[in-house]
């Protein structure tokens, strides 16, 4: 599997999940404590938007989508890895990361930032590895 293709399902599935169960993925991104009440809702539906277009973009787009689909790619996994760098930061307890919503939920922890920088170096990737449009 090239790294385009898994980071377009890995999207894909972070969107499926996050949509599917979209009440208690704006719970846990309530737990992150970043977000004002108010904009909870809009926010959570522009992180699903997000990684579902960075997701089809990578999978089903032209050549020309798929560089721009990958920057968007790092930009949802450094926005991920931000908000749970600055959550442990500030000791906070989550106790779903939320990055499938309800589905393979896990605490926040020091491994989620591990598994964020994987992200982070797979967008990066398919961005250096995807021509230009």
Known sequence: MTARLY???LLLAMATGQGLSFGRFAAALEGYG???QALLRP???GVVAAEAAAGAALLLGADW???PGALLALGVAVGW???AAVALRRQREVRNCGCFGAY???PLRRSVL???A???GVAAWVIATCPLP
């Open 65 to 67: 989508a798929h560089w």
């Open 118 to 120: 994987a992200f982070v």
């Open 114 to 116: 591990v598994q964020d």
């Open 81 to 83: 890895t931000a908000v």
């Open 43 to 45: 926010v959570a539906l």
């Open 34 to 36: 970043m977000v004002p």
């Open 104 to 106: 393979l939920s896990q």
């Open 7 to 9: 980071l377009a399902v």
